[in-house]
């Protein structure tokens, strides 16, 4: 009877899923109600988690949880640590829940909602949630080795170098683009900026107090940090409010990317426990916090989505970015569906902390789920506004014009009505000055999320739940980015250290101030990039950062690909070959566009000739001018960058399929790095008791 009512309730379940992906897929009316989004996430994940995660770890990786795990094995308390798997979720949620799935889904939504909608969904569960899974279980097997260590034992030399330097290069890339969202979110905000530079001491104040006022007591330091983030909320109305104060936090984009800079240098050098444990902590709990609290608003409000399924911006044309919906959309939609950063924590230190496989399928798995639910929150709290304020926000001043009048106008052409009136009422309402122009998904995801609160818990109340968003999104932002700049610090002192093994220790001071300044310098270069770009920045380094990241991802599928051949397993390959198939061919496409393309606003090299042209007839202003140089020497740098990128992936793709033919070909291959088998003390201590 048992079993009958949980086929019972699977039935209804595959149904309900069935139905509200249907729904989504086929509705052509004038709204579409959130809730079907919901329902839809909801189905597929329980679906996919109940039975492919389960078989994927059962039958393809054999998860084995009488197995010792290399936290249990090489526990020295430091790095490798028994971990509760509750913590362990934690953790590796925190860690992989940077700004992607909020920032993605949002500038994706210029093509309409469905494709954005189906991409979370299905991309998360046939390759995202895979790559995580199987790369924190290929780790674990082999002593929570990286990324980049196990492409080289697994393919050689050759491999494991692309595979290294592409990862740190994707780090910069990834970094710069991080920066680039917080600076567009505080430009010419004082409540967004006092509330996000609040952020910081927050975080020392919590580190100091987990340290010597009251170690070990994670949960008061959280609570006492949480009380003080939404205080912080509350400070920055009262900071915008005040004449004299609201001066000192009002800057333009160049000087908050310098502030920026200026943290990420800090973050790398002071001790870990004094800003990077603790914003961590809180990360976590403003993270699931802020959208339970969203999906709970969504299921009680039930908004309508009022953008259309698909705009007709699906051919190349749309404001916020250049690019058709092929391949863009899979592009600018990667962390939420499958993103190759996810790859370096859960080969890093994710398995120095599990404390059985059996929780892999959870931990790897499961917050890629959560992570994708993320995404699809997104993608909802950007489509619920009116298209037209939807656009004015997200669209560059160097596309709808500086004036309000003619960036309204443009809009409205394009079939999406706003009013002047309408913005200047909205900014007020979100205590800003305005609110055109302020691309890079941020502010609208901002005003999208507050409108959703308000009418659900208030709507009086609309500027402080604006900058509260703000701050939520700070909070997901600045964690990866002071992270990343710590672990891009820590791949440079490895570096260097072949050449020179004193800049290898990663605590001595030259070593660790030198290698941070060249690590910030080389994201702050294209942060640079990005604010002085009159388009918002977003077209020149959101598509590369997308195109880096989505290489990492099939780097990581590449290694599995091979071990999966090399374990005797091929008839499992398509479960990472089909995800890495469709990468490679989504990566290359966008590539090509990029380099190839004449349309100015897609090609890096006809951006810059079309500006070279312009700069010699004197078409430009002298402002323009000035900067026009710069502007043509970084569109010709990205598309090297690009070239560069699309090479390594190809060049680490034939490795994988030449290690993978000589070993089906009887030859000699490097062999299998899996540590031999070690049974658990832990799992045996667990049945005695």
């Known amino acids: 009877m048992h079993t009958l009512l949980k086929k019972i309730i699977w039935i209804l379940v595959i149904l309900l899923g069935?139905?509200?992906?249907?729904?989504?897929?086929?509705?052509?009316?004038?709204?579409?109600?959130?809730?079907?989004?919901?329902?839809?996430?909801?189905?597929?994940?329980?679906?996919?988690?109940?039975?492919?995660?389960?078989?994927?770890?059962?039958?393809?990786?054999?998860?084995?949880?009488?197995?010792?795990?290399?936290?249990?094995?090489?526990?020295?308390?430091?790095?490798?640590?028994?971990?509760?798997?509750?913590?362990?979720?934690?953790?590796?949620?925190?860690?992989?829940?940077?700004?992607?799935?909020?920032?993605?889904?949002?500038?994706?939504?210029?093509?309409?909602?469905?494709?954005?909608?189906?991409?979370?969904?299905?991309?998360?569960?046939?390759?995202?949630?895979?790559?995580?899974?199987?790369?924190?279980?290929?780790?674990?097997?082999?002593?929570?080795?990286?990324?980049?260590?196990?492409?080289?034992?697994?393919?050689?030399?050759?491999?494991?170098?692309?595979?290294?330097?592409?990862?740190?290069?994707?780090?910069?890339?990834?970094?710069?683009?991080?920066?680039?969202?917080?600076?567009?979110?505080?430009?010419h905000s004082p409540w967004a900026t006092a509330t996000v530079a609040a952020t910081i001491p927050i975080a020392m104040i919590v580190g100091f107090?987990?340290?010597?006022?009251?170690?070990?007591?994670?949960?008061?330091?959280?609570?006492?940090?949480?009380?003080?983030?939404?205080?912080?909320?509350?400070?920055?109305?009262?900071?915008?409010?005040?004449?004299?104060?609201?001066?000192?936090?009002?800057?333009?984009?160049?000087?908050?990317?310098?502030?920026?800079?200026?943290?990420?240098?800090?973050?790398?050098?002071?001790?870990?426990?004094?800003?990077?444990?603790?914003?961590?902590?809180?990360?976590?709990?403003?993270?699931?916090?802020?959208?339970?609290?969203?999906?709970?608003?969504?299921?009680?409000?039930?908004?309508?989505?009022?953008?259309?399924?698909?705009?007709?911006?699906?051919?190349?044309?749309?404001?916020?970015?250049?690019?058709?919906?092929?391949?863009?959309?899979?592009?600018?939609?990667?962390?939420?569906?499958?993103?190759?950063?996810h790859s370096l924590i859960a080969s890093g230190t994710t398995p120095k902390l599990l404390i059985n496989e059996r929780d892999i399928r959870m931990i790897g798995y499961g917050a890629m789920?959560?992570?994708?639910?993320?995404?699809?929150?997104?993608?909802?709290?950007?489509?619920?506004?009116?298209?037209?304020?939807?656009?004015?926000?997200?669209?560059?001043?160097?596309?709808?014009?500086?004036?309000?009048?003619?960036?309204?106008?443009?809009?409205?052409?394009?079939?999406?009505?706003?009013?002047?009136?309408?913005?200047?009422?909205l900014a007020n309402q979100m205590g800003e000055s305005t609110l055109f122009a302020r691309t890079g998904g941020a502010p609208s995801l901002a005003v999208g999320m507050a409108s959703i609160f308000g009418s659900a818990f208030g709507e009086k109340l609309l500027a402080l739940w604006?900058?509260?968003?703000?701050?939520?999104?700070?909070?997901?932002i600045l964690t990866t980015l002071d992270a990343g700049t710590r672990v891009g610090r820590f791949m440079l002192q490895d570096m260097l250290g072949n050449f020179w093994p004193k800049m290898g220790e990663t605590s001595w001071t030259p070593s660790v101030v030198f290698t941070s300044a060249l690590v910030v310098g080389g994201w702050g270069y294209f942060l640079y990039i990005g604010v002085i770009d009159p388009n918002g920045g977003v077209n020149i380094l959101w598509p590369l950062f997308g195109i880096a990241n989505q290489l990492l991802a099939a780097i990581a599928l590449c290694v599995a690909t091979g071990i999966l051949v090399k374990s005797d397993k091929f008839k499992y390959v398509w479960v990472t070959g089909v995800p890495l198939l469709w990468l490679v061919v989504i990566t290359s496409s966008a590539a090509w566009e990029k380099i190839a393309s004449d349309d100015v606003r897609i090609g890096f090299f006809a951006g810059a000739e079309d500006l070279a042209t312009k700069l010699a007839t004197g078409s430009f202003s002298p402002e323009k001018a000035k900067i026009a140089p710069q502007l043509i020497f970084n569109l010709q740098l990205d598309a090297w960058l690009?070239?560069?990128?699309?090479?390594?992936?190809?060049?680490?793709?034939?490795?994988?399929?030449?290690?993978?033919?000589?070993?089906?070909?009887?030859?000699?291959?490097?062999?299998?790095?899996?540590?031999s088998y070690s049974p658990s003390r832990l799992i045996e201590k667990w049945v005695r008791d």
Request: proline letters at 5%; glycine letters at 8%; a neutral charge.
């Open 18 to 187: 069935v139905a509200a992906v249907t729904g989504i897929a086929l509705n052509r009316g004038e709204h579409i109600n959130a809730l079907w989004f919901v329902a839809a996430a909801l189905s597929v994940y329980s679906i996919a988690y109940r039975f492919y995660a389960s078989w994927i770890a059962a039958q393809v990786l054999t998860v084995d949880d009488t197995r010792a795990t290399p936290a249990e094995r090489l526990d020295n308390g430091k790095d490798f640590v028994p971990t509760n798997r509750w913590i362990v979720f934690g953790h590796h949620f925190a860690a992989i829940a940077g700004p992607g799935p909020l920032v993605g889904p949002t500038l994706a939504a210029q093509f309409g909602y469905l494709p954005g909608t189906l991409w979370i969904l299905f991309g998360a569960v046939l390759g995202g949630c895979v790559q995580d899974m199987v790369t924190l279980f290929l780790s674990t097997r082999r002593d929570a080795k990286s990324l980049g260590q196990m492409a080289r034992d697994e393919l050689g030399p050759l491999g494991g170098t692309a595979a290294l330097v592409g990862t740190f290069s994707i780090m910069i890339i990834l970094i710069a683009v991080l920066g680039l969202v917080v600076v567009n979110a505080m430009k």
């Open 209 to 341: 107090y987990m340290r010597f006022f009251r170690p070990g007591q994670v949960l008061e330091a959280s609570a006492l940090g949480v009380i003080l983030l939404l205080l912080s909320v509350v400070a920055g109305g009262w900071i915008d409010n005040h004449p004299e104060l609201r001066k000192l936090f009002d800057h333009e984009g160049l000087m908050l990317a310098w502030c920026v800079m200026a943290y990420g240098f800090a973050a790398a050098i002071l001790p870990v426990w004094l800003l990077l444990a603790p914003r961590d902590y809180l990360s976590t709990y403003i993270k699931v916090g802020t959208i339970t609290l969203l999906a709970v608003a969504i299921i009680i409000l039930q908004p309508e989505v009022k953008m259309p399924a698909m705009t007709q911006f699906i051919d190349g044309t749309g404001p916020i970015f250049g690019g058709k919906l092929f391949p863009f959309v899979f592009i600018t939609i990667a962390c939420g569906a499958i993103s190759g950063f």
């Open 369 to 425: 789920l959560l992570e994708s639910f993320v995404a699809l929150m997104a993608m909802i709290a950007a489509t619920v506004l009116d298209p037209g304020v939807f656009f004015a926000i997200n669209s560059p001043a160097g596309v709808v014009g500086l004036a309000e009048a003619d960036a309204v106008a443009k809009i409205s052409s394009w079939g999406f009505p706003v009013t002047v009136e309408q913005m200047q009422l």
């Open 466 to 476: 604006y900058h509260f968003a703000i701050m939520f999104e700070a909070i997901f």
């Open 642 to 675: 690009t070239l560069f990128f699309v090479a390594l992936l190809w060049l680490i793709v034939f490795d994988m399929l030449r290690v993978s033919y000589r070993y089906l070909a009887g030859k000699s291959v490097p062999p299998l790095a899996e540590v």
